[in-house]
């Protein structure tokens, strides 16, 4: 039975971060692949002035960045599935795909905070282990509080994952783009060429 991590996100694009997370995730947490799941239509991120490229769009940029990684793995179904993306559906849509493997949803150790607010959090905690990255700095007092408090309430089984602080993000790449500055090395070389063949973030 194999262990796989699940990344999910808009991914607007994917960077340099999302790639090294998931390559710690492997090893750290000893999966056999990382799996990476862009959004559909995200309910949480459709704000006023960002830029949210189609789904095929960010499909194709993740597809390039991860080519040379045979355990990293990209899939369209948030993209194929109609409406809102809820990962409690992502999951247990892979569960009855893929019986055979181990899930492992991997998030930023903040999203433990709001995780319960989710929709249908119950059902998420019940379809996967939680790998939850937590940078050096983070209050783990109150990270450990929070773990108990989901564990008691939802059974959750959640794991920590020691990661670096990377002071890279989507938006950062948006903004650069659309100034006209480089984002080489802080994408993939792949990913970038894409982004200039095809002008995109230029208009935000």
Same mark, same amino acid.
């Given at each position: 039975m194999s262990r796989i991590g699940i990344m999910g996100g808009t991914f607007n694009p994917i960077h340099i971060g999302h790639l090294m997370l998931a390559e710690q995730a492997l090893e750290s947490a000893h999966?056999?692949?990382?799996?990476?799941?862009?959004t559909g239509c995200s309910y949480l991120k459709t704000k006023d002035g960002i830029t949210i490229l189609p789904g095929t769009e960010r499909y194709d940029?993740?597809?390039?960045?991860?080519?040379?990684?045979?355990?990293? *793995?990209? %899939?369209?179904?948030?993209?194929?599935?109609p409406g809102d993306s809820y @990962?409690?559906?992502?999951?247990?849509?892979?569960?009855?795909e893929y019986p055979e493997h181990l899930f492992y949803f991997i998030c930023g150790a903040d999203c433990l905070f709001t995780?319960?607010?989710?929709?249908?959090?119950?059902?998420?905690?019940?379809?996967?282990?939680i790998i939850?990255?937590?940078?050096g700095d983070a209050d783990m007092k109150g990270m450990q509080e929070?773990? *108990?408090? %989901?564990?008691?309430?939802?059974?959750?089984?959640?794991?920590?994952? @020691?990661f670096r602080r990377i002071e890279i993000s989507s938006s950062e790449i948006r903004a650069r783009r659309s100034e006209g500055l480089s984002v080489r090395y802080l994408v993939?070389?792949?990913v970038r060429e894409y982004m200039e063949e095809k002008?995109?973030?230029?208009?935000?």
């Open positions: 999966l056999d692949q990382v799996w990476m799941i862009p940029m993740v597809q390039l960045a991860i080519a040379d990684n045979d355990r990293f *793995r990209c %899939l369209d179904i948030e993209i194929k599935r @990962s409690y559906e992502t999951m247990e849509q892979l569960h009855r995780m319960e607010q989710w929709k249908c959090a119950d059902r998420l905690f019940a379809a996967c282990e939850a990255a937590v940078r929070k773990i *108990r408090q %989901l564990e008691e309430h939802f059974s959750a089984k959640i794991q920590l994952l @020691s993939p070389e792949a002008g995109l973030y230029l208009d935000e």
